[in-house]
Each structure stands twice: as structure tokens, then as C-alpha cells.
């Protein structure tokens, strides 16, 4: 009876429609139908990650969920592993900059399945002090390979002068010093604090009926009483070092980042600045990988960055290069920054690059599981499930001196990072 109420309950929805239900104790489910293929994917996002670290805590996000999926109460590790791999599916747990995530997918006709262990793995935890120590060595192996990979060590220094005291300075897999000092006792801490109804999303996409998924979701995370919730902290402004760092390595190549802290991803300014970074260093007709690479064959990589969170992004420009061509490369690269503040793009380098920008948005959502990630990292970011509709129009809408006059804002005094052999 109660099933069926729920079902009743449950509003329709058409193929491709997004149903949004927020539970009594605030839990948010968000389902697509998607019959085209039967398979189906689950992201389950919770309200913490880097944001929400300090430097003594750093890392403790990835660090919970690196233990979280060694078992359950119900099953362990392996038992858990050969579960999932009878569904023809995955399932896998990671904490990032402003959430953490369990994602899982699979056959669409096993999608009740899917949704229990996920639910399981969510709610009933193992965390067996004894995982504790394995998992900690295994990250920080995983922090010494970074430090020992140019191009990683050249982003986690560049994030440190760029941010400054705002957490997003930290490097997700946490330090070596940070990793040290957590214990078990905080790592359930964590998991108590950050695995309350409110603080959680769930998203389904794939060859399923959004009322059914919304019932069982009821089922399953509905008796969950509400936490006492946790304010999200006051976080400092982040203090971008304008300057230049060299850090000296061994390596074959020269890594050379310049960046520049761009806007959030529900500021006006983020379709103008998306646009600008493809101008740069969108794909093979970029003017960074068309420049650089091609006609002057002073870097074997030419790109840039600029990816949505909550807080101030980063737009970063990013060259690989040979050593003995360092100097010539970096001067190129300076020279494309002040070309982009100084003149404005042509009407057809502004047209392609709109297109190639929204053509890899649209082939990056065909997927179940980018759908999921996409719809439950829309809601956790708080911009709503209309936003890719808006985004394409605020992309579309974007003008020559739009790019021109983010280009002199966010390019003003960029940090400059240089990793590589003396």
C-alpha cells in the first residue's frame, strides 16, 4: 500500500524530462527517463569536499571515500565488487573540490539493485579501523607520484599561489602531513557530518520509470531522520600571488601555466570567459595550439582550463614544452595574452569558437552517466536544472567586446608557474 501511494504520488514525466523531489527530510531525487539505451547510471553527490577543508584537514574527503568502498555492513569489499559486477556494472566513490560523489551504473533492468548498494554503501558504511592504514598508504603514494609528475606538481603549485588561503589552494588527495595526522575517529566524524539527508543529492539517468525510481528512493533514503545540519564555513577571498614561480625539477618537458582567477559558474560573466578559454585554447584551431604549436613549434601541448565550481575559478593556460625552448615559449605565451586584451576577435574566430564550445557541451551530456553528474552537480551547485538552456543562450549571446573586456579583467596580473630542469 505504501508503495503504491508513492507511485501515485509521483508525478510523470516525458522522455528526456527532468522530475525534481525533495523528501521530507530533505533529500533531493532527480530522475530522466532515457529509453534510448538500456542502461542506467546513479550519481549520488553530498555537500562536502575541499570547500569545507582546512590545511590540517586537507584530503579528508577523498580520504572517507577511499575507505567508504572497501565494504559495507551488509558486505565487504570484494562482496561488494562481485555484487556490482553481476548488475554489468561499476561502482566507485571519490570526494572532489565542492562535492563528493558515488557513482555507480548498470543494466537498466537492474536498476532497483543499482539503487540499493548505492543506498547501502551511502548509509551503512563499514569504515573498519583496520582499512584505515592501508588506505592512507595507498594516497600517499598517489600525493609522492604527483609531486614527482611535472604537469600534476605544476597545477597543485599553480593552485597554492593562485588561491592562497581559500581552500580551493588544497590539493583533493590532501598532503602528506595532513593525511598523517587523520585517525580514524575523524574520518567517521566526517562521514557523520557530511552524510545527512539535506546534504545529499541523488540523480538517475537511463531506461527507467521516474515514478518507480522515486518510490524506491523514498524507501530507501526516506527514513533517514533530517541532521542537525552543518553551516557551510565562511571562506577567505582568495589571494592571487601575480607573480612568477619557478620550481625546479628533473623532467623531459617544461611545464608553463599562466592563469588568472576567473568567475564562478552562475556569474554573468562565466559564458564570456568559457568563450574566451576556447578562443585560446579551444582544440586544434585555438590560437595557443595553432601559434605555438603549429606554426612555431614551441610546445608539443597548447590549452586551457576553465572549469565551473562555486567559488572563483581558474582560467589557466597551459603549455608543454621542450627545456632548450622555455624561455621563447613563455615569451609566446605572454605575447597571446596581451593579444587577446588588446584586439578584439574576428566575427568568424568568435563563431568557431561558440560552436566548438557548444558542440562539446552537448557531446559531453549523451551519456546516462553524464547526465547524472551533470543533473546532480547543477543542483548541488545551486544554478538549477534550466541551466544548460541558459548557459547555450548566454554562450550564444556573447559579443566581440564581451571577450575583450574579460580578457583585460581576468588576464590583468596573472600568476605565472614554470616547472621543469633548470
Known sequence: MLLGACLAAAPAAAAGEVV???????????VRENPVAPVVAVSLMVRTGTRWERR???????????V?????ARHGGAELAEAIAALGGKLSATGDIDYSEIRASGLA???????SLTAELALEPRLAPDEVGPERDWLLSRIQKRRDSAPARAFDELYTALYGPHPYALPVLGTRESLERLDHAALVAAYRAAYQPQRMILAVSGQVSAPEVLAEARRLFGGTPRGPGTPDPVLPAPAPA?????VQMP????????????????????????VLSTVLGGGMAGRLFAELRDRRGLAYTATSYYDPVRGPAALVLYLGTAPENAVRAEAALREEVERIRREAVGPDELRRAKGYLLGRYAMDRRT???QAWYLAFYEIEGVGQDYPERYRTAVEAVTADDVLRVARRYLA????IVVGPR
Open 56 to 66: 590540517e584537514t586537507a584530503g579528508i574527503s577523498n580520504f572517507l571515500h577511499a
Open 251 to 274: 623532467a623531459q618537458q617544461t611545464q608553463i601555466l599562466v592563469a588568472g582567477l576567473g568567475p564562478s559558474l552562475d556569474d554573468p560573466d562565466h559564458a564570456a570567459v568559457k
Open 20 to 30: 525534481r523531489v525533495t523528501l521530507p527530510n530533505g533529500f533531493t531525487v532527480l
Open 413 to 416: 596580473a596573472p600568476t605565472t
Open 242 to 246: 601575480a607573480r612568477r614561480v619557478p
Open 109 to 115: 533492468r537492474f536498476w532497483r539493485e543499482l539503487l
Open 68 to 72: 567508504m568502498v572497501k565494504g559495507t
Open 368 to 370: 546516462n552517466e553524464r
